[in-house]
């Protein structure tokens, strides 16, 4: 329930996207783009061809203060005027980010331009620090993906530039204008060291509507400073939270189509079950 097509930061098209969900034997499946709903619409007009079933999706980028606590938004009605213009308000900062990414790199005398980047983006709208590193890649700058954020990408890295988003309330506003529902993605990416403080996040954002967590998520990329320890015990903390607090229970991969694979987040079939009820599928 949490992928991204080449709409967005993701590699693989809806179509092969699609495919590849049947492959894997999904049960149920969404395209979650970057602030994008193009990829998510081609996926649903063909959804019927497959087995599984498909909800309509996104990735809201967000931020609370200095935390980064996106939105992830399903079944919602992607018609909405508001949502819309919203989308166009995020693409902009998205590509204003990406231009003060690229001077900071010519400060620094490395050679990648903004062709370069629209090479990397195929049909997508909204371009990220992802591109961008598949296009230092390319330039031979670095070898792979995580070597562009640990060097040059990341937070806190020479280049990195925080861009202008909206806040989670707003968000979740936006999915719930479209009648859909707004689910705290990856939420030990928000607050992993200190389960007290991100139930003080999740605590604020129930009070704006949220409905859901993605408690089942691939965090072996975050193992470097979050231990498995830490990530058990954060997971046993959010799915007990939901429980206590009557919030769906959702996973993901978080698939971009450079590592890892699509239906590898494995969870529990009493939670699907309880995911397609929600849902009326």
């Not at 806190?156 to 506003?173: F, G, L, M, S």
């Not at 965090?219 to 990530?231: A, N, V, W």
Request: hydrophobic share 35%; glycine share 6%; net charge negative.
């Amino acid at each position: 329930m949490h992928c991204h097509s080449n709409f967005s930061d993701g590699i693989y098209s809806p179509e092969e996207l699609l495919e590849l969900a049947q492959k894997e034997g999904l049960k149920l499946f969404s395209i979650t783009d970057h602030d994008a709903i193009e990829g998510t619409n081609v996926a649903e007009k063909m959804s019927n061809n497959y087995s599984f079933a498909y909800l309509t999706g996104i990735e809201l980028s967000a931020r609370y203060e200095q935390t980064k606590i996106e939105i992830l938004g399903y079944n919602f009605d992607s018609t909405k005027a508001r949502l819309h213009e919203k989308m166009m308000f995020l693409q902009e900062k998205r590509n204003e980010r990406i231009f003060k990414i690229l001077r900071k790199l010519e400060e620094m005398n490395l050679d990648v331009t903004y062709d370069d980047i629209l090479k990397q983006i195929g049909s997508g709208v909204s371009p990220g620090r992802p591109h961008l590193a598949r296009a230092m890649i390319e330039k031979k700058i670095v070898k792979t993906i995580n070597e562009a954020f640990e060097k040059y990408l990341g937070n806190e890295k020479p280049a990195y530039v925080q861009r202008e988003t909206i806040t989670p309330q707003e968000a979740i506003e936006l999915v719930l204008s479209g009648n859909g529902t707004a689910v705290l993605p990856h939420p030990l990416l928000v607050e992993g060291e200190n389960l007290q403080k991100l139930e003080e996040y999740l605590e604020l954002l129930i009070s704006w509507k949220l409905e859901g967590i993605e408690v089942y998520y691939d965090y072996s990329h975050i193992e470097t400073f979050l231990s498995k320890r830490k990530i058990k015990a954060g997971i046993e903390f959010l799915s007990n939270y939901c429980k206590k607090n009557d919030l769906l229970i959702t996973g993901g991969t978080d698939f971009h189509g450079d590592s890892g694979m699509l239906g590898s987040v494995r969870v529990p079939k009493e939670e699907i079950k309880n995911i397609l009820t929600y849902f009326n599928l």
